[in-house]
Nanobody, 126 residues
Framework: HVQLVESGGGSVRAGGSLRLSCAASGYISRTNYMGWFRQAPGKEREGVAAIGTVGTTTYADSVKGRFTISKDGAKNSLYLQMNSLKPEDTAVYYC?????????????????????WGQGTQVTVS
């Protein structure tokens, strides 16, 4: 099993920045892609950014140029640097990992491609 724990959420004014972190533990070697998703009240969970085993990245159009996903293999950690935040970025942000046995995803930003999830961290932009 894989455990994911997010941190770094909080409240920030529009135009500000936050950096989310996701600490992974357990059978990390059994995962390949990792991603960040978010869910606002009354809305479906949406993919924000994803990163593959060799570091290839994918972003939702709504965050391109503002958010940056990265990972540190030595620390088993995933990050999301969020700049130029907007009120519409307000949501609970989740870290996710895809089981390696499932192979390469067809859509890195689809929540159905991932099997491990963190508890989420709240980001509020006013």
């Amino acid at each position: 099993h894989v455990q994911l724990v997010e941190s770094g959420g909080g409240s920030v004014r529009a135009g500000g920045s936050l950096r989310l972190s996701c600490a992974a533990s357990g059978y990390i070697s059994r995962t390949n892609y990792m991603g960040w998703f978010r869910q606002a009240p009354g809305k479906e969970r949406e993919g924000v950014a994803a990163i593959g085993t060799v570091g290839t990245t994918t972003y939702a159009d709504s965050v391109k140029g503002r958010f940056t996903i990265s990972k540190d293999g030595a620390k088993n950690s995933l990050y999301l640097q969020m700049n130029s935040l907007k009120p519409e970025d307000t949501a609970v942000y989740y870290c996710a990992a895809r089981p390696r046995i499932r192979g390469v995803p067809q859509n890195e930003l689809s929540y159905s491609e991932y099997g491990y999830w963190g508890q989420g961290t709240q980001v509020t932009v006013s």
